[in-house]
Every structure is written in structure tokens, then in C-alpha cells.
């Protein structure tokens, strides 16, 4: 199949080789270059499904430098294709710089569906999954990790982080130090694979199950955590929601700037309206 000039995003399998996608397959197998967040491990599942086109290197430390290269590549004719290691590229991985620089060159960037971590595990987690927020990793020192998740407390949306085995235990203690323990939330690990678990409850439940589990401490995890519910209370209502209420209240009758800010903050508006009343906006 021959393939015009284009930068192709090619999702590969989280664990279960059965997710390859035949499109997937045979994009790879005629691009003319294939950039690879790591060539050695990509190159065991290129070998897997007959796929010998010239690899590259396209990593965090080396992306930019290579996306010129590239986009060269695109000049003279060549169709490329990127992958992660596992996944959708770009969530979590590589690609950013390649795909904004490629776009910026004129060269037309066309995505494949396919797997990805975050959405797989959101889609059992019987979380509300009609918002939801993607952080990604965590900071890896205590303090970065605890700065962002109160930054994140009062978000309403579902929260969805990913993290490593030598690190899950410090998470689970930050979320339930920070979020609080009664947090519902949901443990997925392991995903396609042998061994995929789901562990749900408070916080505090599953800190508790995979600290009694060794091998709850094993593979790549998805942590996703409910989104904070404000109660209708002028106590519960979030600080930056009444800081937005104030701000359209300079501007606007306060009952507007109420349902506004509701709509903003995903709240009710008349607890809103009254919290307004009770501040004297």
C-alpha cells in the first residue's frame, strides 16, 4: 500500500496482543519509517506481526532535535508512522513536539484509534465517566505530589492518574491524606493482561488492599478518583467557585452571576445564590 507523505499516530496494545488493530498492522507495515519511543521494545511486537520497516528513536530526551529530521523525511515523500511502548502515543508519552512541529510544517498528521490505559480502565470503573480530568503521573517527591492533589481536591470531574509499582503505596497515602480517606475511587492494574484487577471502595479501602497484597503492588496501575461533591452549603461551596461568583458579580445582577457560576463550577445555583446573599455580593 502505498502512503502519501503524512506523520501516522499508531496505537499499540496496553497488554492483550489481540488489540492490534489490522489497520494498525499495515500502516506500520508501509510507512517507510516507524519513530519509536523505544526501538527494542517495539521491536518485539514489530517482529510478532511481520513488520520490518526501518525504525528510529523519538524520545523525552532527543524529540525536537529528531522532529526536523522528520519532517525532512516528510519533504522527500516518506510516510511516518509513531509509537509508545504501549498505548495511544502522546497520553503520557512522547510525541507533543513531533506532532505541533509536523502540523506547523504543513504535513498532515492523521491519528489511528486504538488502545489507551485511561479510557480502557474509566469504561469498568463504574465511576461517572461523563466528566472526567487525565493528570497523568503524579510528581514523584512528596511535596509535588501533595501540591498538586489539593490543587485537584475540589474538582469535580473524575480524576484519572497513572502509576508505577515503586511508588503506588506513597500515592494511595498522598490521595488519602490529601483527598480524604472516604474518597471513592478505583484501582486498576494490570490491563488485557493475565492478571487485571480491579480494586474499589473509599481511599482508605483500597490503600488498605493493596498494602495487604503484594502483588496488588505489581504492574502498571490506572488510579481513578470521584470527583469532590460539594453539599448545599454555603461551607461547601468550593473557594474558587465563589471567587468566580464575586468576579461576575462585579458585572451582573447576582442571580445571573449565580447560575453562571454554577454552570462554571458544576453546582447548584441556588446554593450559590444564597452563599452570594450570605456574602453580601
Not at 506500520?28 to 519509536?36: E, N
Not at 474499589?200 to 503484594?214: H, I, P, Q, Y
Amino acid at each position: 500500500m502505498s502512503l502519501p507523505p503524512a506523520l501516522y499516530i499508531v496505537p499499540t496494545p496496553i497488554g492483550n496482543l489481540g488489540d492490534m488493530s489490522p489497520r494498525a498492522v499495515e500502516i506500520l507495515q508501509s510507512v517507510s519509517l516507524i519513530a519509536c519511543e523505544d526501538t527494542r521494545h517495539s521491536g518485539r511486537l514489530f517482529s510478532h506481526f511481520g513488520i520490518s520497516t526501518r525504525t528510529t528513536s523519538v524520545h523525552d530526551h532527543n524529540e525536537r532535535a529528531r522532529a526536523q529530521w522528520i519532517i525532512e523525511k516528510l519533504s522527500q515523500g516518506d510516510a511516518v508512522a509513531l509509537v509508545s511502548d504501549a498505548g495511544t502515543p502522546l497520553i503520557s508519552d512522547p510525541g507533543y513536539h513531533l506532532v505541533s512541529q509536523v502540523r506547523e510544517a504543513g504535513f498532515a498528521v492523521i491519528p489511528l484509534p486504538g488502545p489507551c490505559a485511561a479510557i480502557t480502565a474509566l469504561s469498568a470503573s463504574g465511576l461517572p465517566s461523563d466528566r472526567f480530568s487525565f493528570e497523568g503521573f503524579l510528581p514523584a517527591k512528596d511535596k509535588g505530589r501533595n501540591d498538586k492533589l489539593t490543587a485537584l481536591r475540589e474538582d469535580p470531574r473524575t480524576l484519572i492518574f497513572y502509576e508505577s509499582p515503586h511508588r503506588i503505596l506513597q500515592t494511595l497515602e498522598a490521595i488519602v491524606a490529601v483527598l480524604g480517606g472516604e474518597r471513592p475511587m478505583v484501582m486498576a492494574r494490570e490491563l488485557t493482561k493475565t492478571f487485571e484487577t480491579f480494586l474499589s471502595g473509599t481511599a482508605a479501602e483500597v490503600l488498605e488492599k493493596v498494602k495487604s497484597d503484594d502483588n496488588q503492588q505489581k504492574g502498571e496501575m490506572v488510579l481513578m478518583c470521584h470527583g469532590f461533591v460539594a453539599e448545599e452549603t454555603e461551607e461547601a461551596i468550593p473557594a474558587k467557585a465563589m471567587e468566580t461568583l464575586a468576579l461576575l458579580a462585579t458585572e451582573l445582577p447576582l442571580k445571573k452571576a449565580a447560575a453562571m457560576a454554577a454552570q462554571i463550577h458544576d453546582l447548584k445555583k441556588n446554593a450559590l445564590y444564597k452563599a452570594g446573599l450570605d456574602a453580601g455580593l
